[in-house]
């Protein structure tokens, strides 16, 4: 069965981000000139997804705005004949159809993805969460080699990357055996543990392939890390009935969660885009240099 749906939770309260993030939800910060969801989603259809649900928490109805294919200034633009900015606006999110539900506590990942069990309709998934851009280095965007993944094995798959040992208590981590490069039959998933009970160094990175079992799973573990139904538990459970893969994808990831990353990533989309990248980059290497 093709993948074409998506679920991304977006109801995080952006905490890191503050006070940025008091009246704004942190995936609608901007990265140079598009919100930071806007990336996700883009990457979703670019995979070939024709239908998401994002996640959210009360007071997060700008996100919906922000894809809605009439919005207040509409008339404006009719007005002042500014077609191009008008179409650009009105092809935010494509033929993609977006839906949208309310988490009613934030109760970790997994209660999120939970909520989109009725919209996978027993159906295969994506997850890609929406504080979090991966840009390929391949040309493939990263959820379509996921797809490619589970096109192959018919089993979940999770995108992976190596980070350093004393940053493996910030992540979900994977044990498995290496099926080819950058490709693991996993064996084991533990979440945020410490340095000396990490099975690996091969982190989660934010974009997965999931079966529809995947919600028996979640209704069932109970609570877990941080008193929170935590996803890789989930993940874990799973794993006693079916394979699951991990990959190294192809690309970068841009956690944009925290002032630092958020600044970089800025710095980095910047040097990279079209428009303002050389002047950027000149702006650059004279401030580095004076």
């Not at 055996?177 to 000396?196: A, R």
């Not at 935590?230 to 993940?235: E, F, G, K, P, W």
């Amino acid at each position: 069965m093709m993948i074409r749906k998506a679920i991304i939770p977006a109801a995080g309260l952006g905490t890191r981000m503050l006070p940025a993030t008091k009246a704004i939800p942190k995936e609608l910060l901007t990265i140079v000139d598009k919100p930071v969801i806007q990336y996700v989603v883009e990457e979703a259809i670019a995979s070939g997804i024709t239908d998401i649900l994002i996640v959210i928490s009360k007071n997060k109805i700008a996100l919906q705005n922000h894809f809605a294919k009439e919005f207040p200034n509409e008339d404006f633009y009719i007005e002042k004949g500014k077609v191009e900015v008008l179409e650009k606006l009105r092809s935010i999110g494509g033929d993609c159809k977006i839906e949208y539900t309310e988490q009613e506590a934030l109760d970790g990942l997994g209660d999120a993805i939970y909520y989109g069990k009725n919209f996978a309709d027993n159906e295969p998934f994506a997850v890609l969460l929406g504080d979090t851009i991966c840009e390929s280095e391949s040309g493939m965007p990263v959820l379509a080699q996921l797809i490619n993944c589970y096109d192959q094995f018919k089993s979940a798959v999770t995108a992976i990357e190596k980070v350093p040992i004393e940053n493996v208590n910030r992540y979900g981590i994977m044990g498995g055996d290496t099926i080819e490069k950058g490709l693991y039959k996993v064996n084991h998933w533990v979440e945020k543990p410490s340095p000396d009970l990490a099975p690996s160094q091969l982190a989660i990175a934010s974009r997965y392939i999931f079966t529809p079992e995947i919600f028996q799973c979640l209704e069932n573990i109970g609570r877990g890390f941080n008193n929170e139904v935590q996803l890789t538990d989930a993940m874990r459970t799973l794993l006693e009935t079916q394979d699951m893969y991990g990959l190294v994808f192809d690309g970068r990831r841009f956690d944009v969660g925290n002032p630092l990353d958020f600044i970089k990533t800025n710095i980095h989309f910047g040097m990279n885009n079209a428009e303002y990248g050389k002047e950027l980059r000149d702006w650059l290497a004279a401030t580095l240099n004076s």
